[in-house]
């Protein structure tokens, strides 16, 4: 089992920044790569940012390439999304999530491969 928490989230200008951390606790060893994925009010979740198990490659949506950046501490088992120039669409509930399984026959950005989810933080920018 593997238990995920995440904290940053909050009210934020557009234009401002906001990082969020996601704490990883329990068979954490186990977890390959980490996703960030978001849903808004009325729409489906959608895929954010993913980080492999090193850290060492990261792939965002086009939507927050060159905003949002993704980072993962594994002595700390925490995953971290820096998220500046915050636009108002970019406003929903983030929720990380992890995958054990490692498989390579999944997209990196399908909500459905990821094991263990996190209860959501929200993030409400105002424009």
């Known amino acids: 089992q593997v238990q995920l928490v995440e904290s940053g989230g909050g009210l934020v200008q557009a234009g401002g920044s906001l990082r969020l951390s996601c704490a990883a606790s329990?068979?954490?060893?186990?977890?390959?790569?980490m996703g960030w994925f978001r849903q808004a009010p009325g729409k489906e979740r959608e895929f954010v940012a993913v980080?492999?198990?090193?850290?060492?490659?990261?792939f965002y949506a086009d939507s927050v390439k060159g905003r949002f950046t993704m980072s993962r501490d594994n002595a700390k088992n925490t995953v971290y999304l820096q998220m500046n120039s915050l636009k108002p669409e970019d406003t929903a509930v983030y929720y990380c999530?992890?995958?054990?399984?490692?498989?390579?026959?999944?997209?990196?950005?399908?909500?459905?491969?990821?094991?263990?989810w996190g209860q959501g933080t929200q993030v409400t920018v105002s424009s």
């Open positions: 980080i492999s198990r090193s850290g060492g490659s990261t």
């Open positions: 999530a992890a995958d054990v399984s490692g498989r390579t026959d999944v997209s990196v950005k399908a909500g459905y491969r990821y094991d263990y």
């Open positions: 329990g068979r954490a060893f186990s977890i390959y790569f």
